[in-house]
């Protein structure tokens, strides 16, 4: 049997092992060089909310980083031959290759300005433990991975992403979780609103009691009604490529606060000339020996 004839179980299995191992690999050199980390989402979530992992695909493998390390972090990984991939070298995300496996990591919670919370509250609110992924790390509290898995639904448009919605449930659903923590670190983090969206998307489908006390305790705080409405409504349009640039800048101006509502969107449009001019000069180097010709 070939390794393209593994059945389905195995498959996913062999994939995700791959992956817990490139992120180790990483989480200890980082470790070992005085840089603390966070594993984040996906790679984390597998162990910790499922039996297998067939029932959670895994894309992507998330570490979180202090911004004050990120620098520390692209100069390790240089010289370990770890190959790089750029998301945003303004902003603070890198896919760093250890294996032939992408960890993408950031140094945000979200889109940079987002977040009233920064990595570093998440990592003096962590525990140590080798629990779930089997080596030594900073685990995440529950709290605040449920408000970066929320983001995360956020910023995906609420929907393209379907592991979101059951790892949300299956959070909720956890020993220890309580809705007013959660609300008190969304209100931390300047993000009752998009919370409270979130809240409400999930129980469009489900019955969480977790999620309705959530939605609950944020009912009685302030919310910024207007652009919760027109969020949810552009994320309903049949013609979802028309509404696709209004979606993203509503996603940046999630912030209730206002002065971080700006800072993300300006930051955003930074990324995005970055990216565009980084992608021509791309361009502009591959075609350059033809005009030579």
């Not at 950031?106 to 990595?119: D, E, N, W």
């Not at 709290?143 to 979101?164: C, E, M, Q, T, W």
């Not at 309705?212 to 302030?222: G, I, Q, W």
Request: glycine share 6%.
């Amino acid at each position: 049997m070939s390794a393209f004839d593994l059945p389905p179980e195995m498959a996913a299995w062999a994939g995700f092992e791959l992956r817990l191992h490139a992120l180790g690999e990483l989480v200890d050199r980082l470790e070992r060089a005085g840089i603390p980390s966070l594993p984040i989402k996906g790679a984390l979530l597998v162990r910790q909310l499922y039996d297998e992992p067939i029932e959670r695909p895994l894309v992507d493998v998330d570490l979180l980083v202090a911004p004050r390390d990120f620098r520390r972090v692209v100069r390790l990984a240089r010289s370990s031959g770890f190959p790089l991939v750029w998301d945003s070298k303004q902003l603070g995300n890198v896919n760093v290759y250890v294996n032939g496996i992408a960890i993408d990591v950031a140094c945000t919670l979200g889109p940079p300005g987002l977040s009233a919370l920064g990595v570093e509250d998440l990592l003096r609110r962590a525990t140590r433990t080798d629990r779930f992924l089997g080596f030594p790390h900073w685990q995440i509290d529950l709290h605040d991975h449920a408000l970066v898995v929320a983001i995360d639904a956020f910023k995906d448009k609420l929907g393209s992403k379907p592991s979101s919605r059951k790892d949300l449930l299956r959070l909720a659903r956890q020993a220890g979780f309580d809705p007013q923590k959660l609300a008190c670190v969304a209100e931390e983090a300047r993000l009752e609103t998009l919370v409270h969206i979130v809240a409400a998307w999930i129980l469009e489908k489900d019955d969480s009691p977790g999620w309705r006390e959530v939605l609950s305790a944020l009912d009685a705080r302030r919310q910024r009604r207007i652009y919760a409405h027109a969020f949810r409504w552009l994320t309903r349009r049949k013609s979802a490529h028309l509404a696709r640039l209004p979606l993203a800048l509503l996603a940046r101006a999630a912030s209730d606060d206002v002065a971080r509502r700006a800072a993300a969107l300006g930051l955003g449009a930074v990324g995005t000339v970055a990216f565009v001019a980084r992608n021509r000069g791309l361009t502009a180097r591959k075609i350059a020996p033809g005009r030579a010709s």
